[in-house]
């Protein structure tokens, strides 16, 4: 008999989805660890909310807080927190050109790093703001990889207090054409809450250099750089997703969010505890119907979270991004001789589905299938990311022939259109875009 597999999500960077490279963390919880409830109580006693937790394995110090103080620092997101802004030490210091991100990576991990375009003038640099206090007369240690792109080669890293101008630390240097590990130590002289790291150059030239792998914490030494979770992201409040695989199918069972995260270092794990989303509900408004006592009760407010939970975290189409084929969807009238992968253009993943209508017929388009059937009654949405141009019809039917239809034209920019039906019959249900 098949066993189920439970599977354990968390979305450190809070980005909405438990899809980013370390958000499934399975393999490090320990296997007789994982508990929840879903806070079902007998009928006339006290509503209770769901819980969960487990315990991670933490020997690499992953799921420590105060591992890494950086929390942008392989740029795998974008370049969130980075910014051109001259916050530098010396004067006139100014404004790099542009901070981007480019597919590289100085394997640490991940497959992006930050390129750094300068401006041409003397000390012209990138600064990223570290949130954190920084204790007067401890040492902070720093690693930071760069490799030079062109220009100069004379690049140095700091950090900085930007309101008391003192306190500097500087390393880097020369930098070269392949990746290396620049480290250097920091010890305040003074509290600061206010410090920068920058990345500069120190040459009155141009220079485009990259940045990856940024490592930032207390001690005297700079931690083994890992790829996320770091101290911004290491915080109550991030999404949790338990649910459990059998025989391919998956089931939900908990959704809720960290309530606190524990870390023992004798027993070199980390335990962490989880509140559901009934009791997020009990900390934010809602908007009820009038009578809202008379009719909807705290079971119903349970029943509908856990329906849309069970819904919600669930996409019905079956091959939605195309990442690998475009299996699933045909093209109307027939065939699929105008419908192919683009890998050139995607709003996520690595691929989209491209339509390229004939314009021999009065509408053409593409269509696919949900699976499981739909039920009767209980309201779909279906929605696309598009991308392009001309008049689309946006629809999603049922086999009574009903169907519920949007229009919507495309433009040079990804955007999201989307259409809500309410079959009238129960079995498959058809969405297309035509
Ligand atoms: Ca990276």
Not at 70 to 77: A, G, I, T, W, Y
Not at 97 to 109: E, F, K, L, R
Not at 353 to 379: C, D, E, M, N, Q
Request: with cysteine; glycine share 8%; aromatic share 12%.
């Amino acid at each position: 008999m098949p066993v189920p597999t439970v599977a354990v999500r968390i979305d450190w960077d809070a980005d909405g989805a438990f899809t980013g490279g370390y958000d499934d963390v399975s393999s490090r919880v320990l296997s007789d660890s994982v508990s929840w409830t879903r806070g079902r109580s007998a009928d006339f006693s006290a509503e209770a909310t769901g819980a969960a937790s487990f315990t991670f394995r933490d020997d690499d110090h992953r799921f420590t807080p105060d591992r890494n103080w950086h929390d942008n620092p392989s740029f795998e997101r974008g370049t969130t927190g980075w910014s051109t802004a001259p916050a530098l030490p010396n004067s006139p210091s100014s404004a790099a050109t542009s901070i981007t991100q480019v597919t590289d990576d100085a394997g640490q991990g991940g497959t992006k790093a930050g390129e750094v375009v300068c401006s041409g003038s003397q000390w012209s640099g990138v600064v990223f703001a570290i949130p954190y206090a920084f204790r007067q007369s401890v040492t902070y240690s720093v690693a930071i990889w760069l490799k030079k792109m062109s220009g100069s080669t004379s690049i140095d890293c700091g950090l900085y207090s930007t309101t008391a101008g003192i306190d500097v630390a500087v390393g880097a240097g020369t930098i070269t054409t392949s990746w290396a590990k620049y480290t250097f130590t920091w010890t305040p002289t003074s509290d600061h809450s206010d410090v920068v790291l920058w990345a500069r150059c120190t040459a009155a030239a141009a220079a485009t250099f990259r940045i990856d792998a940024i490592q930032v914490n207390p001690g005297a030494t700079a931690n083994p750089y890992l790829e996320a979770p770091t101290k911004g992201q290491l915080v109550p409040g991030r999404p949790v997703h338990i649910y459990a695989t059998y025989s391919a199918t998956d089931y939900p069972l908990f959704s809720g969010y960290i309530e606190r995260l524990t870390p023992d270092p004798r027993a070199q794990t980390t335990t962490v505890v989880c509140y559901d989303v009934l009791r997020r509900l009990g900390e934010v408004d809602v908007v009820v119907p009038a009578n809202a006592l008379v009719q909807r009760s705290a079971r119903d407010f349970r029943r509908e979270a856990l329906d849309d939970f069970e819904r919600g975290d669930r996409n019905l189409i079956p091959n939605p991004s195309f990442e690998t084929d475009i299996a699933e969807w045909s093209q109307w009238p027939s065939g699929t001789s105008g419908l192919s992968r683009d890998t050139s253009e995607h709003y996520d993943g690595a691929a989209s589905l491209k339509h390229i209508a004939s314009g021999i017929y009065s509408r053409s388009g593409a269509y696919s299938r949900f699976t499981p059937a739909a039920f009767a009654g209980v309201p779909y949405r279906f929605s696309i990311y598009a991308k392009g141009s001309g008049s689309w019809y946006l629809r999603v039917g049922d086999p009574g022939g009903t169907y519920a239809s949007a229009t919507f034209t495309a433009t040079g920019t990804w955007t999201r259109f989307s259409v809500t039906h309410t079959p009238a019959a129960s079995g498959t249900v058809f969405c297309w875009v035509e």
